[in-house]
Nanobody
Framework: VQLVESGGGSVPAGGSLRLSCITS????????VHWFRHAPGKGREKVGT???????TYASSFEARFTISQDKDKKIVFLQMNSLKPEDTALYYC?????????WGQGTQVTVSS
């Protein structure tokens, strides 16, 4: 299984970005894709998860501004981020596999300027 993120960049506070996670290969069992982020000086945070293309869960701190969606045919999972804040600056990456993910992408950098 391979996961490749894209869509990161630099935006001013209040802006939006949509990240993409292209998945390839076969995941045994349910199809689970997670979004994480890792900010400088902080631990890794889980943003949310999509299971079998239709069940979504979010960490409470993200659900108001971040939305996960998918293109099932193309096996792409998106992370729409709105009203971005400087504290959202982080490396964002997707991971595959239910429970503890076993497959990780390389990440895409998001930088939000004040």
């Amino acid at each position: 299984v391979q996961l490749v993120e894209s869509g990161g960049g630099s935006v001013p506070a209040g802006g939006s970005l949509r990240l993409s996670c292209i998945t390839s290969g076969y995941m045994y069992g349910p199809y689970c894709v997670h979004w994480f982020r890792h900010a400088p000086g902080k631990g890794r945070e889980k943003v949310g998860t999509i299971v079998n293309y239709d069940r979504l869960t979010y960490a409470s701190s993200f659900e108001a501004r971040f939305t996960i969606s998918q293109d099932k045919d193309k096996k792409i999972v998106f992370l729409q981020m709105n009203s971005l804040k400087p504290e959202d600056t982080a490396l964002y990456y997707c991971a595959g596999g239910c429970g503890t993910p076993g497959f990780w992408g390389q990440g895409t950098q998001v930088t939000v300027s004040s």
